[in-house]
């Protein structure tokens, strides 16, 4: 019977199928794709784009003077510290696991951080003395999990989120100096997460967002610090109402709502009066950012198609003033990226030609200046190649924007071999910033494209729920027309094209080489879903959540979870698979890398397995990176380039 249904479901077009609405741009003409000539182009050495470190926090100290960042220097994710005005980063802690979520005690003794155990994803929060000295676990608590630290602003309080293991939902609390947590909220719904965004009124509440796990709709909430007694301040069904910051008298609120227009937008909100302040309106995903000390500005960030901008907007006025950045990835990292005097903000970008960098932004000036960086010498915008942003049709009509990466001096002779990237998520974008990945595939040869499927968020709601129940349906075929882009160019090989991702992106990768058994030449699936169903038996309770908001329950749909696992299509693949996973991930549990395993072994198809130890979803340590690197590298050279 599930043959018969998969023949059925394969065979099906969709000419009745409307046109997912999402802003209005023009197609790209194939042909305008261009490889530039550049004399000294080579290839990155995939050693240089792995130890490349990334950004992973940063923080002020408590006067300014010092800052302190979360990054892997030495292969691990650590703590340095550094002065504020530049120095040589000095390391502040050690070890084998992942140490970020950084806050600084207002009285400037302690780094606070979290830290989990082999990629598990179970946080305890620990802190450093600033002035170094041992580490210390004040919490401790192996069945919860504790995140998202916000220093307050008197007597030793931090608020943070907490989760069980044995639940989906977290809840806002506090901890004390001692370690002592105690919960706020007593949330019973599992699809729904409490996060601190704000103190206010001196230390005495906090402002925080109620949030469902899809991202598709949140509350804003003011909740007392004595009490718990929590004040619902914004809140709608199905609408996204997510503040940023506050000003320090909790007056004014900066939000992003999708009320009223289906895309995020961002304004000024009075608690007292409940009046809004509005932006000019853009047809872009445009979401407010952190408050500035002093109450008088708030930040905002514009994802204009995968391309992103910073503004500074005045509350008085609503006067915006775009940050001096280049186009690229912009943001502003933490609820605390601004110094203690006001003067000062953190800043990262990163481009297709330039790895992530962190900068300090000159509130007053409006200008910016390099504090960490962070790539290798060898990976300069010289040698690195460029990227596009291009619109194309899918097969009913839908627009579908992607990012394409392409290597100089090609020949336009239609032999040069492809990848095909999609992204995690779903709910995720592939925006215009850095991609080692992107890097090493066009620096070797490989045009590289990265499409916004439906189901993605920047293009508005309908398009970010385009693909609930559809999972590897119309998003699959988005997928393939990005393959049919790059062939239309008449560079690429059509039968030299890849397809490589991770979670989603691997789920993609499977379903791909599964359902459109022709496509794709040769495939790199790190940590996908081959079935929902054991996804579902397996995962931790919050995903769990998650997945119901996408597929349902296996038992309320199972025809759906047939239609969108891979497990379905799994008899017809042919393409060599390699298949990458940590032993640790509770996101894509073990399981789901073994049973593609089994299922094509059994076939006798080309696939090989490789399981890390002691690491989760998403791989931390140096060692593992290099080597993920190189065997997708290796594995897509030997397929599609005979080498």
Same mark, same amino acid.
């Given at each position: 019977?599930?043959?018969?249904?998969?023949?059925?479901?394969?065979?099906?077009?969709s000419?009745?199928?409307?046109?997912?609405a999402s802003?209005?741009?023009?197609?790209?003409?194939?042909?305008?794709?261009?490889?530039?000539?550049?004399?000294?182009?080579?290839?990155?050495p995939?050693?240089?784009i792995?130890?490349t470190?990334?950004?992973?926090?940063?923080?002020?100290?408590a006067?300014?003077? +010092?800052?302190f960042?979360?990054?892997?220097?030495?292969?691990?994710?650590?703590?340095?510290?550094?002065?504020?005005?530049?120095?040589?980063?000095?390391?502040?802690?050690? /070890?084998?696991?992942?140490?970020?979520?950084?806050?600084?005690?207002?009285?400037?003794?302690?780094?606070?951080?979290?830290?989990?155990?082999?990629?598990?994803?179970?946080?305890?929060?620990?802190?450093?003395?600033?002035?170094?000295?041992?580490?210390?676990?004040?919490?401790?608590?192996?069945?919860?999990?504790?995140s998202?630290?916000l220093?307050?602003?008197?007597?030793?309080l931090?608020?943070l989120?907490t989760k069980?293991k044995?639940?989906g939902?977290?809840?806002l609390?506090?901890?004390?100096?001692a370690?002592?947590?105690?919960?706020?909220?007593?949330e019973?719904?599992?699809?729904?997460?409490?996060s601190?965004?704000?103190?206010?009124?001196?230390?005495?509440?906090i402002?925080a967002?109620?949030?469902l796990?899809?991202?598709s709709? *949140?509350?804003?909430w003011?909740?007392?610090?004595?009490?718990g007694?929590?004040?619902?301040l914004?809140?709608?069904?199905k609408?996204?109402?997510?503040?940023?910051?506050?000003?320090?008298?909790g007056?004014?609120?900066?939000v992003?709502?999708?009320?009223g227009?289906?895309?995020?937008? =961002?304004?000024a909100?009075?608690?007292?009066?409940?009046?809004?302040q509005?932006?000019?309106k853009t047809?872009?995903?445009?979401?407010?950012?952190?408050?500035?000390?002093?109450?008088?500005?708030m930040?905002?960030?514009?994802?204009?198609?995968?391309r992103?901008?910073?503004?500074?907007?005045?509350?008085?006025?609503?006067?915006?003033?775009?940050?001096?950045?280049?186009?690229?990835?912009?943001?502003?990292?933490?609820l605390?990226?601004?110094?203690?005097?006001?003067?000062?903000?953190?800043?990262?970008?990163?481009?297709?030609d330039?790895?992530?960098?962190?900068?300090?932004?000159?509130?007053?000036?409006?200008?910016?200046?390099?504090?960490?960086?962070?790539?290798?010498?060898s990976l300069?915008p010289?040698?690195?190649?460029?990227?596009?942003?291009?619109?194309?049709? *899918?097969f009913?009509?839908t627009?579908?924007?992607?990012?394409v990466?392409?290597?100089?001096?090609?020949?336009?002779d239609?032999?040069?071999?492809?990848?095909?990237?999609?992204?995690?998520?779903?709910?995720?974008? /592939?925006q215009?910033?850095?991609?080692?990945?992107?890097?090493a595939?066009?620096?070797?040869g490989?045009?590289?494209?990265?499409?916004?499927?439906?189901?993605?968020?920047g293009?508005?709601?309908?398009?970010?729920?385009?693909?609930?129940?559809?999972?590897g349906?119309?998003?699959?075929?988005?997928?393939v027309?990005?393959?049919?882009?790059?062939?239309? /160019?008449?560079?690429?090989?059509?039968k030299r094209?890849?397809?490589?991702g991770?979670?989603?992106?691997?789920?993609? +990768?499977?379903?791909?080489?599964?359902?459109?058994?022709?496509?794709f030449?040769?495939?790199v699936q790190w940590?996908g879903?081959?079935?929902?169903r054991?996804?579902?038996?397996?995962?931790?309770?919050?995903?769990k959540?998650?997945?119901?908001?996408?597929?349902?329950?296996?038992?309320?749909?199972?025809?759906?979870?047939? =239609?969108?696992?891979?497990?379905?299509?799994?008899?017809?693949a042919?393409?060599?698979?390699?298949s990458?996973?940590?032993?640790n991930d509770i996101?894509?549990?073990?399981?789901?890398?073994?049973?593609?395993?089994?299922?094509?072994?059994?076939k006798g198809?080309?696939?090989?397995?490789?399981?890390?130890?002691?690491?989760?979803?998403?791989?931390?340590?140096?060692?593992?990176?290099?080597d993920?690197?190189?065997?997708?590298?290796?594995?897509?050279?030997?397929?599609?380039?005979?080498?």
């Amino acid at each position: 019977m599930r043959l018969i249904f998969t023949a059925i479901l394969l065979a099906t077009t969709s000419p009745l199928a409307a046109q997912v609405a999402s802003p209005d741009r023009p197609v790209t003409d194939p042909g305008s794709i261009v490889s530039p000539a550049n004399p000294a182009a080579r290839p990155v050495p995939l050693d240089d784009i792995g130890v490349t470190r990334s950004l992973y926090d940063a923080v002020w100290s408590a006067d300014g003077k +010092t800052i302190f960042v979360a990054t892997d220097l030495t292969g691990r994710v650590n703590i340095w510290r550094m002065d504020a005005g530049g120095s040589w980063p000095v390391q502040l802690t050690q /070890s084998d696991e992942a140490q970020a979520g950084l806050a600084t005690s207002r009285d400037g003794r302690w780094l606070y951080f979290t830290q989990d155990a082999g990629g598990n994803e179970y946080y305890d929060v620990y802190r450093v003395p600033t002035n170094g000295g041992a580490t210390e676990n004040l919490t401790n608590t192996p069945e919860r999990s504790e995140s998202g630290l916000l220093a307050g602003p008197a007597g030793g309080l931090v608020a943070l989120s907490t989760k069980l293991k044995s639940e989906g939902q977290s809840n806002l609390a506090v901890m004390d100096a001692a370690g002592k947590v105690r919960n706020l909220t007593a949330e019973k719904d599992p699809a729904f997460s409490w996060s601190a965004v704000a103190w206010v009124d001196g230390g005495k509440a906090i402002i925080a967002n109620r949030s469902l796990v899809d991202s598709s709709a *949140s509350e804003i909430w003011k909740v007392e610090v004595a009490s718990g007694t929590a004040t619902m301040l914004l809140g709608k069904a199905k609408t996204i109402y997510s503040a940023s910051g506050a000003t320090p008298d909790g007056a004014v609120l900066a939000v992003t709502t999708d009320e009223g227009t289906g895309q995020p937008h =961002a304004g000024a909100y009075t608690v007292a009066t409940k009046k809004w302040q509005w932006l000019p309106k853009t047809p872009w995903e445009e979401t407010s950012d952190i408050v500035t000390p002093d109450g008088k500005a708030m930040f905002v960030r514009t994802n204009n198609d995968g391309r992103s901008t910073l503004s500074r907007v005045d509350l008085a006025s609503m006067a915006k003033t775009d940050l001096a950045l280049d186009p690229g990835r912009n943001s502003i990292p933490g609820l605390t990226a601004i110094s203690p005097d006001g003067k000062r903000m953190f800043v990262t970008r990163s481009g297709a030609d330039s790895p992530t960098m962190l900068y300090a932004y000159d509130l007053a000036a409006n200008k910016t200046a390099a504090i960490v960086p962070l790539a290798m010498a060898s990976l300069t915008p010289a040698l690195l190649p460029k990227s596009q942003v291009v619109t194309y049709k *899918s097969f009913d009509g839908t627009l579908i924007s992607a990012i394409v990466t392409t290597p100089f001096n090609l020949t336009r002779d239609g032999r040069t071999p492809a990848i095909v990237m999609p992204h995690g998520g779903p709910t995720g974008q /592939s925006q215009d910033g850095f991609s080692r990945y992107a890097t090493a595939f066009a620096t070797r040869g490989y045009i590289v494209i990265q499409p916004n499927f439906r189901g993605s968020t920047g293009y508005g709601k309908a398009f970010q729920e385009a693909n609930f129940k559809d999972l590897g349906g119309g998003d699959l075929k988005d997928t393939v027309a990005a393959k049919n882009f790059l062939v239309q /160019s008449g560079y690429v090989d059509p039968k030299r094209v890849g397809i490589f991702g991770g979670s989603y992106g691997g789920f993609m +990768t499977l379903m791909a080489i599964g359902r459109t058994p022709d496509e794709f030449a040769a495939a790199v699936q790190w940590f996908g879903i081959i079935n929902w169903r054991t996804m579902y038996r397996d995962q931790d309770e919050f995903l769990k959540a998650y997945q119901r908001t996408l597929l349902g329950t296996p038992e309320d749909n199972p025809d759906v979870y047939d =239609a969108s696992s891979p497990l379905t299509y799994m008899k017809a693949a042919k393409a060599p698979l390699l298949s990458l996973q940590g032993e640790n991930d509770i996101r894509v549990p073990r399981g789901q890398a073994q049973e593609v395993e089994d299922i094509l072994k059994a076939k006798g198809n080309i696939v090989e397995t490789v399981f890390y130890p002691a690491e989760g979803h998403g791989f931390q340590k140096r060692e593992t990176q290099l080597d993920a690197l190189r065997r997708t590298i290796g594995w897509f050279d030997k397929y599609l380039k005979g080498e």
